[in-house]
């Protein structure tokens, strides 16, 4: 029920609501919320409201910080306003056309987190890597296993990524050589956003994921597996993803995702307690990644074998403090068919199978202006689905 | 020359001039310049000079962000203030014993990233976990390895640090158990603040170093090696880690460091061009280590394989950009002798040869209420030192 008139099957209904940062014209950064064909301008609607001050810092982070109770209470009102007639004639001139408004990253990033939650992922890069071996780490089903990248080339969908250069050694070379790398790769990731922090020395218990964690968004882990290849022994990878890592402009609430939440696959053996949560919090997200408009894979998010509550807790299990900002993504979502791998290392099987885009188009890996969209969408309410948009980048050759 | 009443051998003479963040009874946080036994209240002192807006954020970040031209004058002027006896009557109102103030984190920190730069370190961990082995890995000698840390949890020295839980797996134990980090570890570090940004897409020239970087401090990057040991492989360190990173309070300018500037070890085989610096970035800090008073270790930084010039040209040569506050640490700084290493690991041989404190008094790894302090000094003009004061913090129980 709207005065808006929106298309049936749109995936921005009033039941998702998502939060960004657009500017439009002359007019500084402001927050915004997505519906329809549209965006709301919040910062603008919520003049003269109690929570009007969280909206002016051009990024989401004072709104974040504010606690889910201003989340709860922001997302009634923006509901409120859209629905009932007697807002429309205030609301309507702080409505702007989507396709007008340029999108910025919406949160200043703190600390940035990628984890490694797919065992099929993990499965597929241990069978590449070693061929034909299907065990994962012995540590694997025991913990998430994450490392933290760099959150100051978190950036916003778009922008371009520039083909870094680096030392790779391919396996047969004698010596590491240095140039562009070659084997550029993407990573289709959900990212987790911290909205509320928390204290130095206390563990967030499993439970309080969504008393800490906002929202949720896409994530492009950008690869350059031969770097990551030559550098990532015994301390994990480093150039080999902080060159860039891009996010979409919209955060979805975990309020908007109630309907999309589905029981977690089994887990042998059990996880330790901190690890066990009271609800499911697995997440039916349908993701589709496309290269320079061709689909060439839809990775299931359900079949994670880890959650995003899981990775929470384990990573303040050791007392770690969360800051507002802080973003944490779920590592590549690969599914059990070869159509829903979630990386071209996997879809070309390190590059001895290229993939094929259309007629007599292959890729191994990425090449020079290759552009890279990673969608999704995930279950509403009544049979309506809730949007993602989009994370989308374009290659640019290397500077060297 | 000064008109101060200066001891002969202090560490913090007109030619160091360290930066901090201090408070002081009531007053809020503010930005100083340590000088003998006080601290210059340099945000009360800089009213009114064009610089004086860069500090008044409570972190220096404003006055790294502005630039070296700025950093110079700042400095220039500092030092006429405490020279020239026609300032002493309006400066020495700003003057605080230093025994009189709380330090605070100097800096808001951007991306921490942490290096494995001591061969004797790298040897030593080889000679540790795998028995009589002399190599550091294969990839050790052509690139300076390092990995992103948490930057939220950079802790200013004196926070104490909680014994972080976990899981951790012997390598006798079928099965890993939960429980609080029975391995606990210092690591004795030098830590190189950004102050100056860059552009993402665009590498860092290697002797653009002082360009970009503002000063120097101390780190003590606690490690707790049961938790490191079970979750690293395949991704590198993680919770074993960002429990606490502790930092000292003084940030001694690259200014005053000219007199320490020493010879780069030899390195085989020559590094790729990136890494190939015009001028000497090895620096002479002497570190010693207390556990509880006792002097443990004395480690020697100019033995270090690879320098801070060599670092921040390995982090960005893939385009990563820097931001203001970036800090990055050298890894753990470990010399040739007994006694210069760095870790705690190190000095007790992986647990096995315990280290003797005082009498009947052994250490494996750390005990709770442990006090470890790490401080350092460097040559100065005409034989005098640069202090750069100390990063301190005791074990607290863990709370599981």
């Given at each position: 029920m709207t005065w808006l008139d929106l298309p049936?099957?749109?995936?921005?209904?009033l039941d998702n609501l998502p939060y960004g940062v657009f500017s439009h014209g002359e007019r500084t950064r402001r927050a915004g919320v997505a519906v329809g064909e549209q965006v709301l301008d919040l910062t603008a609607a919520a003049e003269?409201?109690?929570?009007?001050?969280?909206?002016?810092?051009?990024?989401?982070n004072p709104l974040l910080a504010d606690g889910p109770d201003t989340w709860a209470e922001v997302r009634a009102r923006v509901r409120e306003w859209l629905s009932e007639p007697r807002h429309a004639d205030r609301i309507r001139p702080h409505l702007v056309p989507h396709n007008e408004i340029t999108s910025h990253l919406p949160i200043e990033v703190a600390d940035y987190v990628d984890f490694y939650s797919s065992e099929q992922h993990a499965i597929n890069a241990s069978r590449i890597f070693t061929g034909g071996d299907d065990l994962v780490p012995v540590n694997w089903k025991h913990l998430p296993i994450g490392y933290h990248g760099r959150a100051g080339t978190v950036v916003a969908s778009g922008t371009p990524v520039v083909r870094p250069a680096g030392q790779r050694k391919p396996r047969r070379a004698e010596k590491p050589s240095f140039g562009a790398a070659k084997r550029l790769d993407f990573e289709a990731e959900v990212g987790f956003v911290v909205g509320a922090p928390s204290e130095l020395g206390a563990p967030v218990p499993i439970d309080e994921f969504p008393r800490h964690v906002f929202g949720v968004c896409l994530v492009n882990d950008w690869s350059a597996r031969d770097l990551q290849g030559w550098e990532s022994q015994p301390l994990g990878p480093f150039l080999g993803k902080s060159f860039a890592t891009s996010m979409s402009p919209w955060l979805v609430p975990l309020a908007a995702l109630e309907h999309a939440r589905v029981p977690q696959p089994a887990q042998d053996?059990?996880?330790?307690e901190y690890l066990r949560?009271?609800?499911?919090?697995s997440l039916d997200l349908a993701l589709e990644i496309r290269i320079n408009g061709h689909l060439v894979s839809s990775p299931p998010f359900?079949?994670?074998?880890?959650t995003g509550a899981q990775q929470l807790a384990h990573l303040t299990v050791n007392g770690a403090s969360l800051r507002t900002g802080d973003l944490y993504a779920s590592g590549t979502v690969t599914g059990?068919?070869?159509?829903?791998?979630?990386?071209l290392l996997e879809l070309s099987w390190g590059g001895r199978e290229p993939l094929a885009l259309g007629p007599g188009e292959t890729r191994a890996f990425l090449e020079d202006g290759d552009e890279v969209v990673i969608s999704a969408s995930a279950p509403g309410p009544g049979g309506a689905r809730i949007g993602f948009g989009e994370v989308r980048g374009t290659v640019a050759p290397a500077v060297v």
């Open positions: 049936a099957d749109t995936l921005f209904g003269g409201e109690s929570f009007g001050r969280l909206l002016t810092a051009g990024v989401l053996p059990e996880p330790f949560a009271a609800e499911p919090w359900a079949t994670q074998y880890w059990p068919a070869k159509n829903q791998r979630g990386s």
